[in-house]
């Protein structure tokens, strides 16, 4: 299994919803991270998880708040979102922190969210 | 920071063959990726650099020069279905090791 699953493929929410994105892999990754992609630009790191603990927050706003249950699950919750937040958020995974061979990113599809 | 930096778009002509570059500036340099995204899809890898030279992958090859800061990813033969997005991520250490994506390179592939 070579595959990071994401759902909801979309959502749409309001800004006083409270809701979860979920992603999943099966491949053994220790390394996992989210990303917030706005259109015609690329990926931007929001935070990584080695060995499910947080290693890095790029200083997110706390109306984003991750976890990470175990080594093959990654949530993000939403809470009080603004639109501007409307955006595709990747989930990706690696076998060790990114750089060196062998720890290349596997996206997951991606959930497309709508704060309105 | 970081700065990475790739041309916006790009056209080239099915069959023929692409040179898409990627300039970079880091600290803590630990290797480069490059990765393909379709329109509405997520990144998927191609190749990756961490040592000067030229790493060839069937029709595609990455080249890295560390001393000038510079790659570039070849697409031979190219295909329709090449039409898409060319990301360069560096890899760097910053007390964790982390990727920044460049902007991306949008191609266009026509008959």
């Known amino acids: 299994d070579t595959e990071v699953t994401q759902t909801p493929k979309h959502l749409v929410m309001g800004m006083t919803n409270k809701k979860s994105l979920k992603c999943e892999q099966h491949m053994g990754h220790r390394a996992m991270y989210w990303y917030k992609q706005k259109a015609k630009k690329p990926p931007e790191l929001m935070f990584v998880y080695s060995y499910e603990k947080l290693s890095i927050n790029e200083s997110v706003p706390s109306r984003f708040s991750p976890e990470c249950p175990n080594s093959s699950l990654l949530n993000l919750h939403l809470h009080a979102l603004q639109p501007e937040d409307s955006a595709l958020y990747l989930c990706?995974?690696?076998?060790?922190?990114?750089?060196?061979?062998?720890?290349?990113?596997?996206f997951g599809p991606g959930t497309r969210l709508t704060v309105l | 920071g970081q700065n990475i930096d790739q041309p916006t778009e790009m056209t080239a002509t099915e069959g023929a063959i692409v040179q898409i570059n990627c300039t970079y500036q880091t600290s803590g340099f630990n290797g480069l990726f490059w990765y393909q995204q379709h329109a509405g899809e997520a990144p998927t890898f191609l190749s990756y650099?961490?040592?000067?030279g030229l790493e060839e992958k069937g029709r595609f090859s990455s080249f890295l020069s560390r001393s000038k800061g510079y790659s570039y990813l070849l697409l031979k033969e190219l295909q329709m279905k090449d039409s898409a997005s060319y990301l360069c991520a560096v890899a760097y250490s910053g007390g964790y090791q982390k990727v920044t994506f460049g902007t991306g390179t949008k191609l266009q592939v026509i008959p």
């Open positions: 650099n961490v040592l000067d």
């Open positions: 990706a995974s690696s076998h060790g922190l990114a750089g060196g061979p062998g720890n290349e990113q596997f």
